[in-house]
């Protein structure tokens, strides 16, 4: 079997604000054979996707292929000029970006964007491609794939969307396809759709691929071979079956450890010291106009009561849209809720944060998914941990220097990085400073709403552990808010399972065998299993996935 | 692929690098400013007296400058205009850019009806033609420099508050807003310490361009009568009692040109350039 794509020796730079010229891929080898999927995965920063990009001849601004060889199809990529570039792509190669939904111009109608590509190629006449693009959808297991091109992007779901621009990158006939992290950004019970969509589409056609992705298990459904990146370099390459159960690389073997939820402290079945922290009683919180019996247009909370325990620690989940990220902004009061009762360490809150004592507002931190927006990116970590310490707690400056030191040892973060802007710390660093903020509080409860979802695995691994950590420290609990199940399984007592504003369970991990509502089976048999064959043998149950599946 | 970045011209100074042109900028200013406050003591004839028999005369001895279109001291009328043209625009376009600033941020991150009412009501504001509204209050309370800073910094508001407004209201939706709101954060930290260290390069260009164009309107306002009140005269005003003077190459209509130039080049270069506090990144 001939190799489709032969890199050799490819090495990347790129140059930073300061002017330092910074190697960052560094000598990386890899081979496609034909027809095969080959996974590059690594943690964030590893160079998987200017990996990915290369093979398009392709180097993100800033940066520039500096040496080796990037062979597809026989044509040397980085050889190539610009314009003989632009030939080969989109009909050679061609592209899925992670976010679908920021890909597409949201101005013209699907179709036209499929098609574009065999326009500018003058590959075929539009009636031919529209007829190809229809075939496409139907392969892609679209619904009404006649017509769906006619609709705009914003009337087609996540995971429809990604499938389309699956479809825009096929059309033109490639031998090879890109996949930027496709599945990333899209819930569990969507993935599998489309994960299952792309496979058969690329062994049906004989394509060749490749896979960039932070997720092992999503990896191991869909790839022949897994290259494993870090610091820009192969750290391990070899058949998927072979790296799942044999893996060498010490950071390989972390990849497949921070895999398997790490055994949790329990707790006492009827731990007799428990006490209610927090009690909802049948909250109802929503968006639009308050209609006449007091309750919102749309209620994206809808009755909801739960209970956590000092010490403890409930999850909740469900996907997208179900409602547990407003509960969460309910709780903490940014969104006041329109009625319920919301009782906090034995006294009933208000309803918005506004109005609330200083002090219940310290007890109560919420932690926000994105780090990036959550961080003032003018202010240095420094005056980001501190300002809770001089707000709560009137620390003078000197107190507060050696406060964000200790805060810092215990996020685990070294100490001088807190003269930095939080642009200039990683995914995870970010999120620990995020976390470090909440902790200067000195809070008995933290919200945690996603905050292991913008994160790789192992990183996210990392930062789980941390929290447990800090909770039997600090009696601290948790609400733990998350559309991953491993990660609210590894560190929950109790998890609440949300569907459509309401809750539809509460269960315990150790049942979480035999979930009861039929939702919640859906969503646990829809959590990638790190077994290869676990995708081609999933047999869901055609009548939940029409209920419950967002397709 | 663009490497080359104008970064190597930047040198350090106490932990702060700055570049060559920020600093030539600011010596300029400075220059102008010192020139401002020393006026009445340095210029070499009365502003209002003629002391040449021609009109439009060139640079010579005594008259380095030459003399205007009544053969008055050009030199003694650019000295002493710099005071009006850097004292009254600079005032102006403090207050304007303060208040409209602060009531920009104040009203994106408050929102509801006090968003709603300073809106509409510095709209309004927006839509009377300026020169107008300098007449009408000239008309009204007489023409003074107090009077005349006022209007042109209330005529100049609306524009920045429109503009600081534009840009809070996307760091208002941030989410580090949130959480200094659920910390039971007060208004004023909030503009002061999370909004306004993100829009500040953006407000300071803002600050530079109104600057150039407050000096612009006051040399109009002073040809119409309704600024400075002869012999007193800006910049502006002695560009234009001397356009006359174009036709022979007069010194008396080049020279205050190019200080109006010189200033506002200035100024916006400066604003450019400002120094920036070096942070160790490789520590």
């Not at chain 2, 053969?71 to 303060?98: E, K, N, P, Q, W």
Request: with cysteine.
């Amino acid at each position: 079997m001939t190799n489709l794509v032969e890199v050799r020796d490819l090495r990347i730079e790129a140059t930073t604000d300061a002017g330092r010229i910074v190697e960052i891929i560094k000598g990386v080898s890899l081979d496609i054979p034909d027809g095969e999927i080959v996974a590059l995965i690594g943690e964030s920063g590893s160079g998987k996707t200017t990996v990915a990009l290369s093979l398009m001849g392709y180097a993100r601004p800033g940066c520039r292929i500096t040496g080796g060889e990037i062979n597809v199809n026989g044509k040397n990529m980085a050889a190539l000029s610009e314009k003989q570039r632009a030939r080969l792509r989109g009909t050679d190669i061609a592209y899925v970006p992670q976010s679908a939904a920021a890909s597409f111009n949201p101005s013209s109608t699907i179709m036209e964007q499929v098609i574009e590509v065999t326009r500018i190629h003058n590959l075929m006449p539009p009636e031919r491609a529209r007829q190809r693009a229809v075939e496409l959808f139907k392969a892609l297991s679209l619904p009404d794939p006649e017509g769906i091109g006619a609709r705009y992007p914003h009337q087609v779901s996540g995971g429809q969307l990604q499938r389309l621009a699956a479809a825009m990158a096929l059309i033109g006939d490639p031998k090879l396809v890109i996949f930027d992290e496709p599945t990333t950004a899209l819930d569990v019970t969507t993935q599998i759709d489309v994960l299952k969509a792309f496979k058969s589409v690329m062994r049906a056609g004989g394509i060749a691929g490749i896979y960039v992705s932070h997720d092992l298990a999503v990896v191991a459904q869909i790839a022949d071979h897994i290259v494993v990146l870090k610091g820009g370099e192969v750290q391990e390459a070899g058949t998927t079956a072979r790296m799942l159960s044999a893996a060498q690389h010490p950071y390989t073997r972390e990849l497949l450890a921070a895999f398997e939820p790490k055994p949790r402290q329990t707790h006492a079945d009827g731990d007799a010291g428990a006490k209610p922290l927090l009690r909802i009683d049948n909250v109802t919180a929503g968006y639009g106009a308050v209609r006449e019996n007091g309750l919102p247009l749309i209620r994206a909370v809808d009755s909801v009561s739960l209970v956590v325990e000092t010490g403890r620690n409930l999850g909740i989940i469900g996907e997208s849209g179900c409602g547990k990220s407003t509960l969460a902004r309910v709780i903490a009061g940014i969104h006041p809720a329109a009625t319920g009762n919301i009782v906090f360490d034995g006294k009933q809150l208000e309803r918005a944060a506004g109005k609330r004592s200083q002090d219940q507002l310290r007890e109560m931190q919420i932690v926000f998914q994105y780090a990036d927006t959550a961080l003032n990116p003018a202010k240095p970590v420094e005056d980001i941990i501190s300002r809770p310490l001089a707000f709560y707690h009137q620390l003078d400056r000197q107190a507060r220097s050696k406060r964000v030191d200790e805060l810092l040892d215990m996020v685990r973060l070294p100490r001088t990085l807190r003269y930095r802007r939080p642009s200039e710390l990683s995914g995870g660093q970010k999120q620990r400073v995020n976390f470090a903020r909440a902790l200067a509080a000195g809070p008995k409860l933290i919200i945690c709403d996603e905050i292991t979802s913008a994160l790789d695995t192992v990183v996210a691994a990392a930062v789980i552990e941390l929290l447990k950590e800090l909770q039997r420290e600090l009696s601290l609990s948790y609400i733990f808010i998350s559309h991953d199940l491993s990660v609210v399984e590894a560190i929950c007592d109790e998890i609440m399972v949300m569907y459509n504003g309401e809750r539809v369970e509460q269960i315990t991990p150790d049942k979480l065998k035999a979930p009861t509502h039929p939702y919640s089976k859906l969503l646990f048999s829809s959590v990638p299993k790190l077994d290869p064959t676990w995708l081609d043998g999933l047999v869901r149950d055609p009548e939940l996935v029409s209920q419950y599946g967002h397709r | 692929m663009t490497m080359a970045r104008a970064t190597t011209s930047r040198r350090s100074f106490l932990g702060y690098s700055y570049s060559l042109v920020g600093v030539v900028a600011a010596l300029v200013i400075l220059a102008w400013m010192l020139v401002a406050i020393l006026a009445p003591y340095i210029i070499p004839h009365s502003i209002g007296d003629i002391v040449d028999d021609d009109y439009f005369g060139p640079m010579r001895q005594g008259l380095w400058l030459g003399s205007d279109y009544l053969g008055r001291d050009m030199l003694s009328r650019v000295l002493m205009g710099a005071r009006y043209t850097v004292g009254i625009s600079l005032a102006a376009v403090f207050i304007a850019c303060f208040s409209g600033v602060v009531l920009g941020m104040t009203a994106a991150v408050t929102g509801g009806w006090l968003d709603t009412c300073l809106s509409r009501f510095l709209d309004a504001m927006n839509s009377i033609p300026s020169k107008l509204f300098g007449l009408v209050v000239v008309a009204a309370v007489g023409s003074s420099i107090p009077a005349l800073i006022l209007t042109l910094a209330v005529i100049y508001t609306p524009g920045a508050y429109r503009f600081a407004r534009a840009l809070a209201v996307n760091i208002n939706t941030m989410d580090f807003m949130t959480v200094a709101r659920v910390r039971g954060e007060n208004t004023a930290y909030l503009i002061g310490s999370e909004i306004l260290p993100n829009i500040i390069r953006p407000v300071l260009a803002d600050f530079g361009l109104r600057f150039v164009f407050i000096v612009l309107l006051l040399s109009g306002l002073s040809f119409l009568g309704l600024g400075l009140q002869p012999p007193l005269a800006d910049w502006g005003a002695l560009v234009r009692e001397n356009i006359g003077g174009l036709p022979f190459a007069a010194p008396a209509v080049i020279i205050p040109s190019l200080a109006i130039a010189s200033l506002t080049i200035s100024v916006n270069l400066l604003i450019d350039n400002l120094p920036q506090k070096i942070r160790d990144r490789d520590a």
